[in-house]
């Protein structure tokens, strides 16, 4: 088992007698990391889990929990993790506090009490309430706080907000993001994929549960790539689109110079782009006026500037492919291949560490994953407007190079030299077809 992992399961079966549970499971999870257990109801989160802490014996497969195998050493592997059942069922005899001192006795007397009355505190619990006077809500509250309050390096946490009202839900997912900024990792099975997406992806309850963080993730994280498109496009037919119609033949025959006509094109294009980015600006504002989105006026231009220099890269990039390849929709297929894989890059980077160190270097790391709206990266932008003035003058030079292609002839014969590459029983059919 790699030390870079908390949680390394192979091939893990369980049966409950005649019924099979778990079906050869696989996962691995890092450390300091928290990782979500995606499923329905019955589909056997509570079962990994169990067995993990050898309160149930797998059928089959191995399981290493922080570098140890929990059937041939359950206690030191549970002095290290702390744990929320599904099912909490509790000592109805005692109170809330004296519950807490002797779960803390069993592992030891490890737990900082003061620490634990802070936890009680945010999740507003009395800890002098009778546990048989507790709501099912509140009962939760004291699994978390028994799970929380020793600091484990791991916290195994059976559908932790179930049961809460969304304000408390909304605190807990907090205290798991804290622990997990403590150095704790996290494993938690829910089948609610609004709450895996909030704290396993985005890795912070704040990223989207605020107004600035919603609109950071629903919004701006998605408008690199819906624009971008655009972009593309419109880069990739600037000059070539009038080409391939061959009407640019006929614009040329007239005086006027290539350069004057690159040009007019590329300040066309950069007033359109930054036109369009300043209406969405504006819309925003105007709707902020009756809903209050929490971001103040001139921050909310931060990500609009940054998103007009990724469109800007993006559409010189499609307009330089398109003075090197013979069609447009090559240019706007390889441009928007960058543009999908960047995109998706990112965002997995989110999950996983090993993508990070690659996912910095490109033009959409400063803006993905709720850090549009988290300020301006001068540096960056500088970066990618000095990149995107290399791909126009790049484009610039290659169109006063090349020749002016018609209709019917030079690039555009692409799909006719592709179709003299069919295979020979394909030219027989048609020739018998021809002949018949």
Request: proline letters at 5%; a positive charge.
């Amino acid at each position: 088992m790699s030390r870079q992992h908390a949680i390394v399961i192979e091939g893990l079966i369980k049966f409950y007698g005649p019924v099979q549970a778990l079906y050869g499971v696989d996962l691995e999870v890092r450390r300091g990391g928290v990782f979500g257990f995606l499923g329905p109801n019955g589909a056997g989160k509570t079962t990994t889990i169990r067995c993990m802490l050898d309160l149930i014996h797998p059928n089959g497969g191995s399981i290493r929990v922080l570098g140890l195998n929990p059937q041939a050493d359950p206690v030191a592997v549970r002095a290290r993790t702390g744990y929320l059942p599904g099912e909490l069922h509790l000592d109805e005899t005692l109170t809330v506090e004296a519950t807490l001192r002797f779960l803390n006795d069993l592992r030891g007397g490890k737990a900082d009490w003061a620490f634990v009355r802070r936890l009680a505190e945010r999740l507003d619990l009395d800890l002098q309430q009778p546990v048989k006077n507790l709501s099912k809500g509140n009962k939760q509250k004291v699994g978390l706080i028994q799970a929380l309050m020793h600091r484990p390096e791991l916290l195994l946490l059976d559908e932790p907000t179930a049961s809460l009202d969304p304000l408390m839900q909304h605190e807990v997912l907090r205290l798991i993001t804290e622990a997990r900024d403590a150095g704790a990792t996290i494993f938690f099975s829910s089948h609610h994929i609004g709450e895996v997406e909030m704290i396993a992806f985005f890795g912070n309850v704040e990223t989207i549960a605020t107004p600035e963080g919603y609109l950071s993730v629903e919004m701006f994280s998605y408008m690199p790539l819906v624009l971008g498109i655009f972009a593309i496009l419109a880069g990739s037919g600037l000059l070539v689109g009038d080409e391939e119609k061959g009407t640019l033949d006929l614009i040329l025959a007239h005086p006027v110079s290539r350069t004057d006509l690159f040009v007019g094109r590329l300040l066309a294009f950069v007033t359109t782009t930054v036109a369009i980015l300043a209406l969405m600006w504006l819309g925003l504002v105007t709707a902020g006026i009756w809903s209050p989105l929490g971001v103040g006026v001139g921050r909310l231009i931060l990500p609009f500037l940054s998103l007009l220099a990724i469109l800007l890269l993006f559409g010189t990039l499609a307009l330089l492919l398109s003075m090197l390849l013979p069609a447009r929709r090559l240019a706007a297929m390889g441009a928007g291949i960058l543009l999908v894989g960047n995109f998706f890059l990112v965002g997995l980077a989110n999950i996983n560490d090993d993508l990070k160190p690659i996912a910095r270097l490109t033009p959409l790391h400063y803006y993905q994953s709720g850090e549009a709206i988290g300020g301006l990266n001068g540096r960056w932008i500088v970066g990618l407007l000095a990149v995107a003035v290399l791909f126009a003058l790049l484009a610039w030079w290659r169109f006063r190079q090349r020749d002016i292609r018609v209709v019917g002839e030079g690039g555009w014969q692409v799909r006719t030299r592709l179709a003299r590459l069919r295979p020979p029983w394909r030219k027989l059919r048609v020739t018998e077809k021809g002949t018949g």
